[in-house]
Structure formats: structure tokens, C-alpha cells
């Protein structure tokens, strides 16, 4: 009997007509509604990504990888759709098993997006991990991060083009980094999708484990793990802040323990029950959704993580902030 096989079988709620925006960040949400309302926006994205060849790609994943069904990774199968059900995907998505050493998945395509695992990564997992990877990989079809991340892509080698112009190419770079930053925040959002496909909370953090140690989760203890992402926020000095800034320059995806410290407080603010519970956005509203109100949910989520931040960047920041108020209020009373 495998560890896999010991674990109780779990109940878990079919989420009907549950829209993209009950898991997506809100950061994320609120870039993908304002693009959503540019009317044609999709059409022209399509036309300029010509560079990025759709079909070139699933016609060399359908020639060197495996299309998983009913007779080729029928596990892998049953529980890609019994995810897609719980998340109320009706069309899925194709699903590839490709034979590579890296703990990876990857959506791809934007007329109709395929969905790629390792093998490495399928091999690593048990089944209610890989659940939560096909439920990260089914959010990012169902939000459409796949045409917006092909945005980022157009733009980087767009931006080796155009090198010789330094004023054109450090706009570029200041866009890139936007789309950087969002594209983070987009994993965040696969994440909540992720754990929302196998509600479990335990399973959705050994996936984070695994990943960041190669799968050695014998060796690994969850409340130090956890420790990590409170240690890597608040330890150190300016120069760790500004060496954390750099380091996430250029990075698409948070870094494995802040992942896990970011699912657990979504968990811990009652989010993720709520959800559960019933309580969701629904796809019929979708086309209601105020880009204005994003917007402001996003900048509160910006603005709340700011003020919790314990890393010294930002507490130097706070400190700041307060100080400069205060001097406002005693000018103010002077001048009074």
C-alpha cells in the first residue's frame, strides 16, 4: 500500500458556474478585467503574436509527448477531469505528458489552449498534489493568462529589437516589469485555482514543498517551511530588500515558500471557505464586472500587503510616511 493509497478518500464541492475572478488575485483580476472590456483587444494581440507560433507548438507536443485519455495516463486522466469538474470547466483543455527532468507545467496557446506536464513532475506528485498542478494549469486557461502572458513574450523580443534606442527600449523594460509583476501574481491566482480543485490546504502546501526541494518531502518539516516565507519577508536589512527587488526583476513566478506563505493566508483570511461554502462570482456575471472597482481592489491589495510587510524596505517606508505626517499636522496647527 502507498503513502497515496493510506490518505481518506476526500469529498469535494462542485463549484457550478464559478467565474475565473473567485480565484484570481486581485491584482491579477484587475488587469484581466480592463482587458477584457478593450473590445477587439484579443483580435489584435492574435495578429502581433504571429512570432509565437500556436500550432507549431501542439504539433511538436503532439509528435514527441504523450496526449493523455482514457488509454494513455488514465489516472492522470480521470483526475484531470474530475478537477476540471469541480472547477465547472466544460471545454477541456488538451493534456500532455512530456518526458523532461524539470519539476514543470505550462499552459499554453491562446485560440485553444493545451496544457503540458513533466514527467518529472507527474512521477513526484501523488494524486491529490497533481490534482492541485492540473487545477493551477485549468485557472490559467479559464482566466486567458495564456493570450496575456503571450503579450510579455512579444514584447521581450521586441525589446532586444529595439536595444539601440535607449529611451524606446527603458519604456519597454518599464512595461515588461508591469507584466512581470503580473505575471506573479497570475501564479497566485492558479495557486487559489489549484486549491480550490483539490481543497485540500495539506496537499496544495506539499506541492509548494516538493518543488522547492526536488520532492525529498520526508525530509522537510511544514512549520519550518512555513517559517521560511515569514523569514524571507521580514529578515535582513535595505540592502536584502533592495537584493529581493532585483531578484524578482525578471522573474514570471514568486519563489516557492512565499507561493506557500501567500496560499496559507488566502486559507487563513476565510476566502477560500467562503468559496467553498458557495459563496463565488459567477461566470453569467462576468460581463458586470467594473473595471474601476478592480482597480481598487487592486490597489488595496497592494496597499494591505504594504502595510503588513515586515520587510525594512517597507517598515522603513511606513516610518516615513508617519514621520512626514507629522510634520504636516504641526505645520498645519502653526499655521492655524
Known amino acids: 500500500m502507498t503513502e497515496n493509497d493510506e490518505r481518506p478518500t476526500r469529498t469535494r464541492v462542485t463549484l457550478t458556474d464559478i467565474s475565473s475572478r473567485a480565484w484570481e488575485h486581485p491584482a491579477d483580476r484587475g488587469a484581466l478585467v480592463a482587458l477584457r472590456q478593450l473590445k477587439g483587444f484579443d483580435f489584435v494581440l492574435r495578429k502581433m503574436s504571429g512570432l509565437i507560433n500556436e500550432r507549431a507548438f501542439r504539433l511538436q507536443f503532439l509528435g514527441s509527448a504523450i496526449r493523455v485519455d482514457e488509454r494513455q495516463f488514465p489516472k492522470v486522466h480521470r483526475l484531470f477531469t474530475e478537477a476540471a469538474t469541480t472547477l465547472d470547466v466544460r471545454d477541456l483543455p488538451e493534456l500532455y505528458i512530456t518526458n523532461f527532468p524539470m519539476w514543470n507545467a505550462v499552459t499554453i496557446g491562446m485560440d485553444k489552449p493545451f496544457i503540458v506536464l513533466n514527467s518529472a ?66 501564479e497566485l491566482s492558479g495557486d487559489r485555482a489549484g486549491l480550490l480543485a483539490v481543497q485540500d490546504p495539506a496537499a496544495a502546501l506539499r506541492v509548494q514543498m516538493k518543488l522547492a ?47 506557500a506563505h501567500e496560499l496559507r493566508r488566502w486559507v487563513d483570511e476565510g476566502e477560500y471557505t467562503a468559496i467553498v461554502s458557495g459563496s463565488y462570482p459567477k461566470r453569467q456575471e462576468d460581463g458586470d464586472a467594473s473595471m474601476s472597482q478592480e482597480a481598487k481592489n487592486a490597489a488595496k491589495s497592494y496597499s494591505e500587503a504594504f502595510a503588513r510587510s515586515q520587510d525594512p524596505l517597507a517598515k522603513l517606508l511606513r516610518d516615513m510616511s508617519e514621520g512626514l505626517g507629522g510634520v504636516r499636522d504641526w505645520v498645519s496647527s502653526k499655521i492655524r
Open 213 to 259: 526541494s526536488g520532492g525529498q518531502l520526508e525530509e522537510l518539516d511544514t512549520t519550518a517551511f512555513l517559517a521560511q516565507g515569514t523569514e524571507y519577508e521580514s529578515a535582513g536589512d535595505l540592502r536584502d530588500s533592495v537584493l529581493k527587488l532585483l531578484l524578482l526583476e525578471a522573474a514570471t513566478h514568486p519563489l516557492a515558500v512565499v507561493r
Open 121 to 186: 513532475l507527474v512521477k513526484g506528485l501523488d494524486d491529490e498534489e497533481l490534482r492541485f498542478v492540473l487545477g493551477h494549469e485549468l485557472g490559467h486557461a479559464q482566466s486567458g493568462h495564456a493570450l496575456y502572458q503571450s503579450l510579455l513574450f512579444w514584447l521581450m523580443r521586441l525589446t532586444g529589437a529595439l536595444n539601440w534606442m535607449p529611451i524606446g527600449a527603458l519604456g519597454l523594460r518599464a512595461i515588461i516589469a508591469a507584466l512581470h509583476e503580473w505575471a506573479r501574481k497570475a
